[in-house]
């Protein structure tokens, strides 16, 4: 996935930049992509340096007592450029009193001089990698649509030797379920219990096959959310409970090249 991009920059007149380039390398050692615009940067050419930089966070550090007017003059900035969704974070020399003021005027967090590398990363960490982690690194399960369970679970117990680990009827989908593990994933033969099952109507139209792919996601919600704004649909946004203890939400095949996707989250029970 792509790395974090972040912007440090020193807004004002002070001459010390070594600070600034200690927390550059530092988050550099974090695995981040760090691009430093040098010293004396106006509001005006930080905004534009992030925007030009397609950053996803900007660090602004000072050291010169003018953060109460240089910081908010940054965030100002990216205003009028339609970029204030970029969030901004300061550090440097700070005293408290003025860190509420500062947060008040759109500053995300304040990084005084006693705070560690560690916690900065892991704080950017949390503010924007969501965006920049893989969905998943796991297939929960391959969903196999199927005429009838008993008649095609030999194959899969027999032939290929897998195991049963169970059977769970799924009322709300008209569906009847058997699981079979396979390391430390599983296939899942669907069978219609009902005539507008979705699984009765895909064997009607396209014969038994696979039907989807179920990829394991933590926190379902918000990648529904994520995936949405990344302009991908789902056949619905609520996620709604599967078998086997998971919540459950699919993509819709036009938008993921003709493949129906499942996001699955285990929510607890028995381990999936
Ligand atoms: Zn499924």
Do not use: W
């Amino acid at each position: 996935m792509a790395k974090i991009r972040v912007l440090i920059a020193k807004p004002g007149l002070d001459g010390h930049d070594r600070g600034a380039l200690v927390i550059a390398q530092g988050l550099r050692d974090h695995g981040m992509e760090v691009i430093y615009t040098g010293l004396r940067q106006s509001p005006a050419q930080i905004a534009k340096a992030a925007i030009q930089e397609d950053v996803d966070v900007i660090g602004l550090s000072s050291l010169s007592g003018a953060h109460r007017t240089l910081f908010p003059k940054v965030i100002e900035e990216l205003k009028v450029l339609n970029a204030d969704d970029i969030p901004v974070i300061g550090g440097g020399v700070i005293p408290s009193e003025d860190i509420p003021f500062l947060l008040e005027k759109g500053v995300k967090q304040i990084f005084t001089s006693g705070s560690t590398i560690e916690e900065l990363a892991n704080y950017i960490n949390q503010l924007v990698g969501p965006s920049h982690q893989s969905i998943t690194n796991k297939i929960s399960h391959i969903g196999i649509a199927v005429n009838s369970i008993e008649k095609a679970l030999p194959f899969y117990t027999k032939t290929l030797g897998l195991e049963l680990e169970g059977m769970e009827e799924v009322a709300s989908e008209g569906v009847k379920v058997a699981f079979l593990r396979i390391g430390e994933s599983r296939f899942e033969l669907l069978e219609a219990t009902a005539d507008s099952s979705p699984i009765h109507k895909f064997i009607e139209k396209r014969g038994e096959g696979i039907h989807h792919i179920a990829l394991d996601v933590e926190n379902i919600q918000a990648r529904i959310n994520s995936l949405t704004k990344n302009g991908i649909q789902f056949i619905h946004t609520e996620p709604k409970a599967g078998s086997h203890h998971t919540k459950i939400a699919f993509m819709h095949p036009k938008s993921a090249h003709g493949v129906l996707f499942e996001l699955c989250e285990a929510t607890g029970g028995e381990e999936v």
